[in-house]
């Protein structure tokens, strides 16, 4: 079956503008995850979504980042006003119940470069 | 609050050789243990997890790896490895409780394997 899927692949934009990070997660899985690898901190956890709600959202970097998931299914990470240290790859991640032995199943990426 | 320390950033090791990539994890409650690989250009690949029970897992690939409890250790080894096998590999621990899913990962492995 399709796994997860992310889009762009590749985003780039100018500092200070808005951008927009799409994950199309498992058909089924209730829980999604974000994540972000960068070369200086490695995969930071960013947000959690169980269905619809975020019970977790500790690891966004800041007020700028914000993400929204509808209909229990496709997620939205919108960062505004990138600034340079906004460059990573943004993984999405889902899985079947959100529990804390279940397998998450990883998108490629989005590769965001703020010049 | 735990954390993952990946004692090798990168391992180089000749096909057919055995290889470990050393994990050790700090934490102040029961976990739940990861690893995954991360092939080029690819998104995250669950390789093996310990919930409980055996402290040898095995995993995809031929990989297995073991929790040892006094040491907070969760060593990766493979007897033999292939050319196949080079990928960067991460170790990742999750808390239990009301952490849900989140995992908190190590800085990454890159395993190199020379013909």
């Known amino acids: 079956g399709a796994g997860v899927s992310q889009s762009p692949s590749n985003k780039v934009t100018e500092k200070g503008k808005d951008v927009e990070l799409r994950c199309d997660p498992i058909?089924?899985?209730?829980?999604l995850y974000w994540y972000r690898q960068s070369l200086g901190q490695g995969l930071e956890f960013l947000i959690y979504?169980?269905?619809?709600?975020?019970?977790?959202k500790s690891g966004l970097p800041s007020d700028r980042f914000s993400a929204e998931r509808t209909g229990g299914s496709v997620s939205t990470l919108t960062i505004q006003r990138t600034q340079q240290e906004d460059s990573a790859v943004y993984l999405c991640?889902?899985?079947?119940?959100?529990?804390?032995?279940?397998?998450?199943?990883f998108g490629p990426g989005t590769r965001l470069t703020v010049l | 609050a735990q954390s993952v320390t990946q004692l090798d950033s990168q391992v180089p090791v000749f096909e057919e050789a055995p290889v470990e990539l050393r994990c050790n994890y700090s934490s102040s409650v029961s976990v739940y243990l990861f690893w995954y690989v991360q092939y080029p250009n690819q998104g995250l690949q669950l390789l093996l997890k310990?919930?409980?029970?055996?402290?040898l897992v095995k995993g995809i690939n031929g990989f297995e790896a073991e929790f040892n409890k006094s040491q907070t250790s969760f060593h990766l080894r493979k007897p033999s490895v292939h050319i196949s096998d080079t990928a960067e590999y991460f170790c990742a621990v999750n808390a239990g409780g009301t952490s849900y899913g989140k995992l908190t990962f190590g800085q990454g492995t890159i395993l190199t394997v020379h013909p």
């Open positions: 310990y919930l409980s029970g055996s402290t």
């Open positions: 058909s089924g899985h209730t829980a």
């Open positions: 991640a889902s899985s079947l119940g959100g529990t804390n032995t279940d397998t998450q199943y």
């Open positions: 979504f169980q269905g619809n709600s975020a019970p977790d």
